[in-house]
T-cell receptor
Framework: KAGVTQTPRYLIKTRGQQVTLSCSPI?????VSWYQQTPGQGLQFLFE???????NKGNFPGRFSGRQFSNSRSEMNVSTLELGDSALYLC??????????????FGPGTRLTVT | AQSVSQHNHHVILSEAASLELGCNYS??????LFWYVQYPGQHLQLLLK??????LVKGIKGFEAEFIKSKFSFNLRKPSVQWSDTAEYFC??????????FGKGTKLSVIP
């Protein structure tokens, strides 16, 4: 079974630009979560989607948004990029045990550098 | 909101030494607990997990962890580390709300 895939793997953007990152979950997984990983803050939860609905959102500004499509693929968007948005963005997918956080499978991440 | 603390930022051990990495969480309700590992250049992988039952759980590659509810702890152990265990280790807690809360990670360097 193929794992979680993320595209692109590396991205360099300029301050003020916007960026869209893509995630394809493991086949059959309907829950997709996004995390931001930085050396100082570690992994921080961005948002979680299930059946095209955002069920939870972390403590990030409104510049960070996402969506999920009917085939469970997900995208996240960051508008008006700031230098501090430079990070590894991780996507994770899981089956959805009712109401509980089950085991998540992580993709390789997209390394975003903002200059 | 729950939080997770990992006490050691960087641990350096010689091969064959025993390992224990601390993890404490703050949440009063039912939790699911995880340890993930990130090897250099690789993505996060699940080492082991605790949902319920026996508080001593065994994972891959000889790792185990013990859930002590009274101490809100879920420490990771391995009796004898190898050079290939060099990686960053993350403790994570799920407490509903459809998210995992991660600790900041512990880097383990194993010297041959």
């Amino acid at each position: 079974k193929a794992g979680v895939t993320q595209t692109p793997r590396y991205l360099i953007k300029t301050r003020g630009q916007q960026v869209t990152l893509s995630c394809s979950p493991i086949s059959g997984h309907r829950s997709v979560s996004w995390y931001q990983q930085t050396p100082g803050q570690g992994l921080q939860f961005l948002f979680e989607y299930f059946s095209e609905t955002q069920r939870n959102k972390g403590n990030f500004p409104g510049r960070f948004s996402g969506r999920q499509f009917s085939n469970s693929r997900s995208e996240m968007n960051v508008s008006t990029l700031e230098l501090g948005d430079s990070a590894l963005y991780l996507c994770a997918s899981s089956l959805d045990p009712a109401g509980e956080v089950g085991e998540q499978y992580f993709g390789p991440g997209t390394r975003l550098t903002v200059t | 909101a729950q939080s997770v603390s990992q006490h050691n930022h960087h641990v350096i051990l010689s091969e064959a030494a025993s390992l224990e990495l601390g993890c404490n969480y703050s949440y009063g309700g039912t939790v699911n607990l995880f340890w993930y590992v990130q090897y250099p250049g690789q993505h996060l992988q699940l080492l082991l997990k605790y949902f319920s039952g026996d508080p001593l759980v065994k994972g891959i590659k000889g790792f185990e962890a013990e859930f002590i509810k009274s101490k809100f702890s879920f420490n990771l152990r391995k009796p004898s580390v190898q050079w290939s265990d060099t990686a960053e280790y993350f403790c994570a807690v799920g407490a509903g709300s459809y998210q995992l809360t991660f600790g900041k990670g512990t880097k383990l360097s194993v010297i041959p």
